[in-house]
């Protein structure tokens, strides 16, 4: 202690202090308080004096000498600061580390709410596993709530938007679930003048709290009436022209009053939003036409009729998105409504011509993804078209599961489109090959088949009507023409003709295979034809 009290009265040792530190001893020699004693206290008085016990205050105004506690806290405080110092410094060059590797961190990816798709469709399509595993821009999910417009009830909100109830029966139990949908896909009809099936109010619902869809909103309560839907395609001929354009004839009567003009009979009649092959009646002279005239009163809606074309085949055009496929229904079970009954389904070549049919009548309403064009190819050689049906048409021919692929996709891309404002652009529409199957090895054969072979048609004439489709047999893709000898040119241009079966089936086999196994594959295929078409 005596050591340090020398080594601190050193004046050179003071001086190279740092300011701030040990003021006390800094200011120099202070003088001492008056004591009883004017000597300073031993050490060995100090020694001796309790520690407990602080020195005494002196009465004395000066200040009092340096104490051996007043020195060993100047001494803390310079450690306390040093300390304090280093802390700062530490502290420092940590946060200079956390902000160098901050950047170099990966993001927290943001997790997004899956967006809710509302098919409403019936049950015998499962639509969500045409969703499941697709992502909106690789990133957000969907979630589809499938239903009927029977099974749905709804309230729109100028601004909340629109919310869904759902109260259907899955498996034999009742499920009720709440949601508000992001996109609709609309597969079922809005109308029908079936009493209970009028459910044009859900669509407004649905407009009115700004759900997005496919086809539009706008055009699917446009399509809730045929005769709206005509005049529309009537602007259509009118701009076209006849043979662009063949529109059939049609006369608008909006109640049973007017129906006093005779026509040119036979002629169809139909009663109010007729489709589906209902509330249509073929007149075949004046008298039955006053007793439909009586009918129409009796169900006091409007009616049209349009001549009565003998037919030798219908026509069906469909685009879906870009894609096109044209098909050839004929009737076997001798009705007059080709969709009604037994028939054969034929997919043909799609031209010009009914690519042109079909763009055209896509472009009403504002525009349509999914529509399909029906026509009439007449006996005497002329098509007469008669409906355009929205994205409620039915699917068709042995390309079901693409097509509903190809919704899928289509709605996927509309929907990126207007949630998440990415275009996604579509894929380009091949143009379409002649449908006309290629010559295949062994052809010679087919003049020698039987009549009742050549007279089933092409590889794409379908089943019947009511034909199960476990019952029917798929065949493979249209290969491409190819021109071998002069037997290629003998071949009818497009696809309208009966064919040999023989032919037909072959066409399904592969390029490798060898002569005995196609001659097999032939008689297998034969056999589950004649099954398919003969079940009945």
């Known amino acids: 202690m005596n050591y340090l009290r020398r080594r601190l009265s050193d004046s050179s040792f003071v001086a190279n202090l740092p300011n701030g530190y040990m003021m006390d001893l800094q200011s120099g020699p202070r003088p001492n308080p008056p004591s009883s004693t004017s000597n300073p206290a031993s050490p060995a008085t ?13 009465a004395s105004s000066s200040a009092p000498a340096p104490t051996p506690g007043g020195f060993l806290s100047s001494f803390s405080s310079v450690v306390k600061t040093a300390q304090l110092a280093q802390n700062a410094a530490a502290a420092a060059k940590a946060s200079a580390a956390v ?11 943001v997790i997004r709410k899956p967006k809710i798709l509302l098919v409403i469709d019936d049950l015998h399509t499962d639509w969500a596993k045409y969703f499941r595993g697709k992502k909106l821009n690789g990133e957000c999910d969907i979630r589809v709530e ?6 749905i009830n709804l309230a729109s909100y100028m601004n909340t938007g629109c919310m869904i109830d759902m109260q259907a029966i899955r498996g034999g139990t009742k499920v009720v679930r709440s949601f508000k949908p992001d996109f609709v896909l609309i597969r079922q009809h809005a109308y029908s003048m079936t ?11 649905l407009q009115y709290g700004g759900v997005a869809s496919i086809n539009s909103l706008l055009s699917i309560y446009n399509f809730c009436s045929k005769p709206w839907v005509f005049s529309h395609m009537i602007e259509l001929y009118h701009s076209l022209g006849p043979e662009k354009f063949p529109l059939n004839e049609q006369t608008f009567y909006p109640n049973h009053t007017q129906m006093v003009t005779t026509p040119t009979f036979p002629v169809v009649v139909k009663m109010g939003h007729a489709h589906a092959g209902i509330g249509k009646i073929k007149v075949e002279n004046e008298l039955d036409f006053q007793d439909i005239t009586s ?16 037919s030798k085949y219908d026509i069906r055009i469909q685009k879906i998105g870009n894609n096109y496929k044209a098909y050839m229904r004929t009737s076997i079970s001798g009705n007059w409504k080709a969709n009604t009954g037994s028939a054969m389904l034929e997919q043909i070549a799609m031209t010009d011509r009914y690519r042109a049919w079909v763009d055209s009548c896509a472009e009403m ?9 029906k026509a009439v190819h007449g006996k005497d050689g002329n098509d007469y078209i008669i409906e355009v049906m929205d994205s409620s048409m039915p699917l068709i021919g042995e390309h079901v599961e693409e097509d ?12 990126c489109s207007v949630l998440l404002g990415i275009n996604t652009p579509q894929p380009i529409a091949v143009k379409p090959q002649t449908t006309q199957p290629r010559r295949a090895q062994g052809g010679h054969h087919s003049g020698s088949s039987s009549p009742s072979q050549s007279a089933q048609g092409s590889p794409q004439r379908a089943r019947s009507a009511n034909t199960s489709p476990s019952q029917a047999f798929q065949p493979g893709p249209i290969p491409p023409p190819v021109a071998t000898g002069p037997c290629s040119q003998k071949q009818p241009p497009q ?17 490798n295979a060898t002569d005995d196994e196609a001659k097999a594959e032939t008689i297998r295929s034969l056999r589950q034809s004649f099954a398919s078409l003969f079940s009945d």
């Open 195 to 205: 009493p209970g099936e009028d459910f044009r109010s859900l669509v407004i619902g």
């Open 404 to 415: 509903r692929q190809l919704i899928t996709d289509l709605v996927i891309n509309k929907m």
């Open 146 to 151: 499938q239903a009927e417009f029977s099974e």
């Open 495 to 511: 696809l309208n003709k009966s064919q040999s079966l023989t032919n037909t089936f072959t066409e399904t086999l592969k390029g």
């Open 365 to 373: 309403f504002g525009g349509l993804d999914i529509c399909a064009v």
């Open 99 to 109: 902000a160098e590797a901050a950047p170099a961190a990966p993001a927290k990816p």
């Open 46 to 58: 100090e020694r001796r004096t309790p520690p407990s016990l602080p020195p005494q205050a002196p």
């Open 295 to 310: 009918v129409v009163a009796l169900a006091r809606i409007y009616a049209t009729s349009e001549p009565y074309i003998l």
